[in-house]
């Protein structure tokens, strides 16, 4: 019998299929098409009240803010909100989906390490909850644009190189991301001379796909060595399970260690601001791919109808999955490369994987794609962005609808 402890918890094997959110996958896949991307809803539902609950109940005043990076999508974005969280956007572009989701603008926060003019005056029209400073440049911004005290924190770069791949790390000594240490009394200076900015606290954001939760503490620990303020904000970053043998810590575990640290460090009547993206909706999300080629040549190459359109993870982390051949649950597995359809060599969902004997027409599920895949799917070879579909009590709804070749065509300015 297949894993199933990637998938959602909902998932279940029924003979040759699998079910989610009460929804057969073969059934998906003829009605929505391959590739999709497909959600639990109640599992997204429960992740949201789990870390709620985990924060609120160590610390009544803290608040979860949805990384909208992990997930930009408003069907997304809505029920989350639905379940009490804020949203964390990065630019004018996630403060519109978040705003057009309903979220509440006082419980959004705008970061960017090169915010536009455009950016700030869409957080200050808003009227969002923090916009939070990432260099002198933010403040000068924020000087010219903003016409009464707007409340900001101070992204700090912590100095904790976290172990995660460097293109997810964003605490290091050389991180684009914040102002260093030993440069923040100056910012605080500078920002206390504005009377446009009411400086209310400190942000770190380490990194993303954390597994150690001593990383977090660090960061508390770097922020505790400056100025005390009322509001922290620690980002998000907390890692998940991708393959079989992967141990990530539970929210409770991750909240446990962050909060003991903040009240150590820095006294317990703060408020507490977390941003988790990926571990928020990474397991509640699955991609559902049809074989369209199997071929052996040196190595067995599976190709999907997908790929880097829909999933640059291996790409550009490296990020390994552990895909299943949907009702080839006891076939003795082969040894493959599961790639996709686009015109590069790099067009690997993941190399060296077991599969159980996959053949064309196959549907291929590959769990833990709730994160980040559908932020960075493209167009690459013409591809057609997948649709996003909720399963929830058996139903399945479409919160995003496939595109269409017309879409391709649609900012093409030069048409006859
Ligand atoms: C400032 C900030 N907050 C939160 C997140 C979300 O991180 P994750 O998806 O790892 O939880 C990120 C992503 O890197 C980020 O840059």
């Given at each position: 019998?297949?894993?199933l402890s990637l998938?959602p918890?909902?998932?279940?094997v029924e003979?040759?299929?699998?079910?989610i959110g009460g929804?057969l996958?073969?059934?998906?896949a003829?009605?929505?098409?391959?590739?999709?991307?497909v959600?639990?809803?109640?599992?997204l539902?429960?992740?949201?009240?789990?870390?709620?609950?985990?924060m609120?109940s160590?610390?009544p005043?803290s608040?979860?803010?949805?990384?909208?990076k992990?997930?930009p999508s408003?069907?997304?974005i809505?029920?989350?909100?639905?379940e009490?969280?804020g949203c964390?956007?990065?630019?004018?572009g996630e403060l519109r989906?978040?705003?057009?989701?309903g979220a509440?603008p006082a419980?959004?926060?705008?970061?960017g390490?090169?915010?536009?003019?455009?950016d700030?005056e869409?957080?200050?029209d808003?009227?969002?909850g923090?916009?939070?400073v990432?260099?002198f440049?933010?403040?000068?911004r924020?000087?010219?644009?903003?016409h009464r005290?707007?409340p900001?924190l101070?992204?700090?770069?912590?100095?904790?190189?976290?172990?995660?791949?460097?293109a997810?790390?964003?605490g290091?000594k050389?991180s684009?991301?914040?102002?260093?240490?030993?440069?923040?009394p100056?910012a605080i200076?500078?920002?206390?001379?504005v009377?446009?900015?009411?400086?209310?606290?400190?942000?770190?954001?380490i990194?993303?796909?954390?597994?150690?939760?001593d990383?977090?503490?660090?960061?508390?620990?770097a922020?505790?060595?400056l100025?005390?303020?009322?509001?922290y904000d620690f980002?998000?970053?907390l890692?998940?399970?991708?393959?079989?043998?992967?141990?990530?810590?539970?929210?409770?575990?991750y909240?446990?260690?962050l909060v003991s640290?903040?009240?150590?460090?820095?006294g317990?009547?703060?408020?507490i601001?977390v941003?988790?993206?990926r571990?928020m909706v990474?397991?509640?999300?699955?991609?559902?791919y049809?074989?369209?080629?199997?071929?052996r040549a040196?190595?067995?190459?599976?190709?999907?109808?997908?790929?880097?359109?829909?999933?640059?993870?291996h790409?550009?982390?490296?990020?390994?999955?552990?895909?299943?051949?949907?009702g080839r649950?006891?076939a003795e597995?082969?040894?493959?490369?599961l790639v996709?359809?686009?015109?590069?060599s790099?067009?690997?969902?993941t190399?060296?994987?077991p599969?159980?004997?996959p053949?064309?027409?196959?549907?291929?599920v590959?769990?833990a794609t709730g994160?980040?895949?559908?932020t960075?799917?493209?167009?690459?070879?013409?591809?057609l962005?997948?649709?996003?579909?909720y399963?929830?009590?058996?139903?399945?709804?479409?919160?995003?609808?496939?595109?269409t070749?017309?879409?391709?065509?649609a900012?093409e300015?030069d048409?006859?």
């Open positions: 019998m297949p894993d998938l918890p909902s998932a279940t003979g040759e299929d699998l079910r929804c996958m073969s059934e998906v003829e009605r929505f098409g391959t590739p999709a991307y959600f639990d809803e109640q599992a539902r429960d992740r949201a009240s789990e870390y709620r609950a985990a609120t160590r610390h005043a608040r979860v803010c949805f990384a909208v992990a997930y408003v069907s997304m809505r029920v989350l909100v639905a009490g969280l964390d956007v990065v630019g004018a989906l978040a705003l057009a989701a509440d419980t959004i926060v705008m970061h390490n090169a915010k536009s003019d455009q700030i869409a957080a200050l808003a009227g969002i923090y916009i939070v990432d260099g440049d933010d403040i000068d924020i000087e010219r644009l903003a005290p707007v900001v101070l992204r700090v770069s912590p100095g904790v190189e976290s172990a995660t791949h460097a997810l790390a964003t290091g050389q684009k991301f914040g102002v260093p240490v030993e440069q923040v100056a200076a500078r920002m206390r001379a009377p446009a900015i009411d400086l209310r606290g400190l942000h770190a954001h990194g993303s796909q954390i597994l150690a939760t990383q977090f503490e660090a960061a508390v620990d922020l505790a060595s100025e005390r303020f009322e509001v980002g998000g970053g890692g998940v399970r991708y393959e079989s043998h992967d141990v990530a810590p539970s929210v409770d575990d909240a446990e260690r640290a903040a009240h150590k460090h820095l317990e009547g703060i408020e601001i941003e988790p993206g571990s990474a397991r509640a999300g699955l991609t559902l049809r074989v369209l080629t199997v071929k040196g190595r067995l190459h599976v190709a999907v109808d997908g790929g880097m359109g829909d999933n640059l993870e790409s550009l982390y490296g990020q390994r999955f552990s895909p299943l051949v949907v649950w006891d597995p082969v040894v493959a490369d996709g359809r686009h015109c590069e790099g067009d690997v969902i190399p060296d994987v599969l159980a004997d053949a064309i027409g196959d549907l291929v590959v769990p994160a980040y895949c559908f960075m799917s493209n167009n690459y070879n013409g591809a962005r997948p649709p996003v579909i399963c929830a009590d058996g139903r399945a709804r479409i919160g995003v609808r496939r595109e070749f017309d879409d391709l065509l900012r300015v048409l006859p």
